[in-house]
């Protein structure tokens, strides 16, 4: 009886573990897939270099500039400014930037000649922009567009080019009723082109950092300044030249430029945000100086200047003295005049 009772037993934990076999294994959860956070920017502060000081339009764009690249960098970009020429001449800043100085200058676009590209020396002669409208055509062209890489490789990139001011006058400490009248005269100027078109105009060019103009004036190292209403009041200049003579004889499109390597380091994003924070601040500038000039010049003669309005006349000598810059830089295609107005449809 035992026997049986054992193989019955037997028999029933065999037929148990038969079943266990056969049961369906349900599958596992799928795991819910992990989002993989983007490596953060490295952060980097950047210093912005600029002649103009505060109460110049250039100011006030330059911190909406700050402003814009902080925010859509979302912070991994510092922007400091110093103006006035803090960090020293342009000339001197952009050298430094070629050596890897993590500045951003603001630079008139002449300024770039000698740094991979000769032709960038012609957006700066006088008279060969005559808007804004011009110069933001040019700066949607593939010529400017092979102008920008070409000094790109050589450690300097273009972030843009589109901050165009109102005209440049002349002011002086004596009445320069004519283009004759610039004979002689000691005239501050901020490039190599200027001080070829002021020698063709028979004046005698100075160069030295705006921020020192104001002595100058004062102490006779020099007798004129050319610059754009907003900046030669600014600077307070008419305290110390009360005259202002109606040239209109350049745009002077600025541009920003920096350090190729530490660009191409850069994110896309921190990229992004430096160029378009370029284009931001220069239409911005470009706005600011069209709706503030006849502010400017309504402050200079409160404070005792007579503006002298130069003839047509005058005006086509001026442009005639421009020309002759052009063949005093034989670096440039002998006719960059002629591609730059083709390629704008002039």
């Known amino acids: ?92 800043v952009c050298e430094s930037i070629t050596q890897g100085a993590n500045i951003i200058l603001s630079n008139a676009g002449d300024g770039l000649g000698d740094y991979g590209d000769p032709n960038f020396t012609a957006v700066g002669i006088f008279y060969t922009f005559q808007s804004a409208d011009e110069v933001n055509k040019f700066n949607e062209t593939d010529l400017f567009k092979e102008m920008c890489a070409n000094v790109a490789a050589n450690g300097v990139t273009v972030l ?112 992004n945000a430096l160029v378009e924070g370029s284009k931001y601040a220069g239409d911005l500038y470009t706005q600011i100086c069209a709706d503030t000039t006849a502010d400017y010049r309504a402050t200079m003669e409160a404070n005792g200047v007579t503006f002298i309005e130069w003839t047509d006349a005058d005006i086509e000598k001026m442009v005639a003295a421009a020309k002759e810059v052009y063949a005093a830089y034989p670096a440039m295609d002998a006719d960059i005049y002629e591609q730059i107005m083709a390629s704008i449809g002039k």
């Open 160 to 271: 843009s080019m589109n901050w165009v001011t109102t005209p440049r006058q002349i002011m002086s400490v004596k009445p320069l009723e004519c283009y004759e009248d610039l004979a002689d005269v000691l005239v501050r100027v901020p490039a190599s082109t200027y001080a070829t078109f002021f020698s063709a105009a028979g004046a005698s060019p100075v160069t030295m950092p705006f921020a020192d103009v104001y002595t100058g004036l004062e102490t006779g190292l020099v007798e004129a300044v050319e610059a754009p209403l907003g900046t030669l009041c600014a600077y307070n200049l008419f305290e110390v030249a009360k005259y202002v003579s109606i040239s209109n004889h350049c745009l002077a499109p600025a541009l920003l430029c920096m350090n190729t390597d530490i660009f191409n380091s850069l994110s896309e994003k921190q990229q």
């Open 1 to 92: 009886m035992k026997k049986i009772i054992a193989l019955i037993l037997a028999m029933l934990m065999m037929l148990s573990l038969a079943a266990c076999g056969t049961q369906k294994t349900e599958p596992a959860a799928a795991a819910e897939p992990t989002e993989v956070a983007e490596p953060a920017d490295t952060p980097i502060t950047l210093k912005v270099s600029f002649a103009e000081t505060q109460g110049d339009p250039k100011y006030d764009a330059m911190v909406a500039f700050k402003d814009y690249v902080e925010e859509n960098s979302e912070g991994s970009i510092t922007i400091e400014l110093y103006p006035g020429n803090e960090l020293g001449a342009n000339a001197d």
